[in-house]
């Protein structure tokens, strides 16, 4: 039985060495078809033992698109987009996604007026329009589990298009960490970036801050509400505790309480 699994690994670690470009982009081009957006790729490659017993693949040059023309402006485009996958499942066809990590380029979010995010969208799967023996015969899924994302060298946009303010962030490095179950997620932050606040009524805000947080936080799904009973942040050289929640709904409610040198509430 151990032979027979360790022959089992050792031959799928040939294949994945030798036809991991083959693999991949076959598996990009079927996961494309179920989403309203498009991910576009250059080259791959594989690391096989710095996460084991999960592998690494880097698609390099990656563009995700918002749908399927690729004359928007790009959700995101990168160098390299690292996911972690288990070496059992990406021989079967299984994508069960436990790691996200994005280098060197630009992030660009966008809330709709209606609460909708362009990054979701694009990952929203078309209604099944094939027959059903073509479904039966593909058995190609991605389930996305996060553990862990990072982000490094990464200039981020985010814009609420119905308050028209936009937040920018030149990423260092930002380390997340994910732990969830049917009721909820814990989620632990920790970042270095430089930060901009614009809005339609003051565009001066926020330009250059040095920017770090460290945070400890824990979502529920069903009330839509993420929870901080411990953080800090550090704005240049201001350093403040925070604690909190906030209603992540269409129409978002904060309920925050930063403490620095003096005590500063914020309810809206």
């Known amino acids: 039985m151990l032979v027979s699994l360790v022959l089992l690994v050792g031959i799928g670690i040939i294949i994945l060495y030798t036809e991991h470009d083959r693999i991949v982009n076959v598996a990009l081009e079927k996961l494309n078809k179920q989403f309203h957006g498009e991910l576009v790729i250059e080259t791959t490659s594989i690391s096989l033992f710095k996460h084991f017993p999960s592998v690494g693949v880097a698609l390099h040059g990656a563009t995700l698109y918002p749908d399927k023309t690729k004359t928007s402006t790009p959700i995101f485009k990168v160098e390299k987009l690292y996911v972690g996958v288990s070496i059992p499942d990406l021989i079967n066809k299984k994508y069960n996604v436990r790691r996200v990590s994005l280098h060197n380029g630009v992030v660009n979010l966008v809330k709709e007026a209606n609460g909708d995010f362009n990054i979701l969208e694009a990952f929203n799967v078309y209604p099944d329009t094939t027959d059903a023996s073509a479904a039966s015969e593909d058995s190609t899924y991605l389930n996305i589990d996060l553990e862990k994302v990072s982000?490094?060298?990464?200039?981020?946009?985010?814009?609420?298009?119905?308050?028209?303010?936009?937040?920018?962030?030149?990423?260092?490095?930002?380390?997340?960490?994910?732990?969830?179950?049917?009721?909820?997620?814990?989620?632990?932050?920790?970042?270095?970036?430089?930060?901009?606040?614009?809005?339609?009524?003051?565009?001066?805000?926020?330009?250059?801050?040095?920017?770090?947080?460290?945070?400890?936080?824990?979502?529920?799904?069903?009330?839509?509400?993420?929870?901080?009973?411990?953080?800090?942040?550090?704005?240049?050289?201001?350093?403040?505790?925070?604690?909190?929640?906030?209603?992540?709904?269409?129409?978002?409610?904060l309920d925050l309480r930063v403490q620095g040198r003096q005590t500063r509430s914020y309810t809206g």
């Open 151 to 253: 982000f490094k060298g990464l200039n981020l946009s985010y814009y609420d298009t119905a308050s028209g303010q936009r937040y920018r962030a030149n990423i260092a490095d930002l380390q997340s960490h994910f732990e969830a179950d049917s009721a909820g997620m814990s989620i632990i932050l920790d970042s270095n970036m430089e930060l901009d606040w614009t809005s339609p009524k003051d565009t001066t805000l926020f330009r250059h801050k040095k920017f770090t947080i460290d945070v400890d936080a824990n979502y529920d799904f069903k009330e839509s509400l993420l929870h901080i009973p411990s953080g800090s942040l550090k704005l240049d050289e201001a350093t403040f505790a925070i604690t909190g929640s906030a209603n992540i709904a269409k129409e978002s409610v």
